[in-house]
């Protein structure tokens, strides 16, 4: 197999700011798999929070090259994989891009899509999130406008400002609201009483309210709260699942965390099995990163998959997006083509 990758820096329509600072860009890593003339493609999506960068995936990928080209035939998926994996720790997002390419690899040599081989439902519904950020309590109204397709709007809080935000969103539409405090609020009392608050405001559910290191508050905010506790920050790999077992409602996977599709379709497998809700999200991706997870959509109960959408340049055509819904498409691997010509 021969395997190539570019590193790329995707520019964001509007900077955003979040608990880790505000950015206006991230980098990334497309990788290319190609066996018998037939190429998959991946992506590696680096939010520093996860301390990767073009220098660490570079680095990575170069040794993956070496073991990707060791293997005959693409379709020892678990084997090749697990061996990228043992390459070293870390590298979670550049081990998603060999993830993504080997599965769009694999679909194509096999004529699937990939949703066909992790047993989704094509035909259900796919609504997904859509986010608007804090601190623009003035442009709320255009935002919420922005997002008038889609049925679920994804809040992040985690300010002095969180009730006014919620409370001029509310002006204007009664549509469900999940809230994403990225580790905002310091004070488990504080808390919790802000999550009543939010419960009478008909928010949906609250993710990673405190930071991570607080698993014995947050398994506190749990057991008190009124709406669900979802784990983003707190869980990365299958590993923490265990970890954190108890002290969330659910968890919320992401690619680029979990080092890809594999290990995130195991991962629903044992969030189901301890009667955990499971949430499929993203980071600033292309629609190469978030048709591998929409893949998966089908299986999870909530989808925040509006990467491509809040990108100024999408590298890639993949799934599309029609009245709020993600719609998978009938094409073998992750269903995407190039949109622009990225490996010469
Ligand atoms: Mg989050």
Known sequence: MKFSFIPET?????PFSIAHGSRDSTPVVFTKLEYEGIAGYGEASMPPYLGESH???????????KVL????????????????????????????SVDIALHDLLGKLQKKSCWQMFGADKEKDLFTAYTI?????????????????????????????????IEDIR??????????????????????EMIQWLAEHKILFVEQPMPKEKLDDIAWLTSKSPIPIIADESVQRFSDIEKIKGAYSGINIKLMKCTGMHEAYRMILQARRLG?????????????????????????????????????????DGVKFSEGKIILQDLPGIGITPAIPLFK
Request: proline share 3%; net charge neutral.
């Open 55 to 65: 220098e660490t995936a570079l680095a990575f990928l170069s040794k993956a090259e």
């Open 69 to 96: 080209q060791k293997f005959k035939h693409p379709e020892k998926v678990e084997a090749i994989l697990a061996e990228v994996d043992n390459i070293q720790t870390g590298n979670s997002a550049a081990k998603a």
């Open 10 to 14: 995707l520019k964001f329509k509007r």
């Open 133 to 165: 950020p804090m601190d623009e309590a003035n442009g709320i109204k255009g935002r919420v406008e922005e997002a008038q397709d889609y049925k679920l709007l994804k809040v992040k809080l985690g300010s002095v400002n969180d009730k006014k935000i």
């Open 171 to 192: 002006k204007r539409t009664d549509k469900s609201i999940i809230v994403d405090a990225n580790e905002g609020w310091a004070d488990k009392n504080a808390a919790l």
């Open 276 to 316: 955990m809700k499971v949430m499929i999200g993203c980071m600033s991706e292309t629609s190469c990163g978030v048709s591998a997870a929409a893949q998966l959509a089908p299986l999870v109960d909530w989808i925040d998959l509006d990467g491509p959408l809040l990108i100024k340049e999408d590298y890639f």
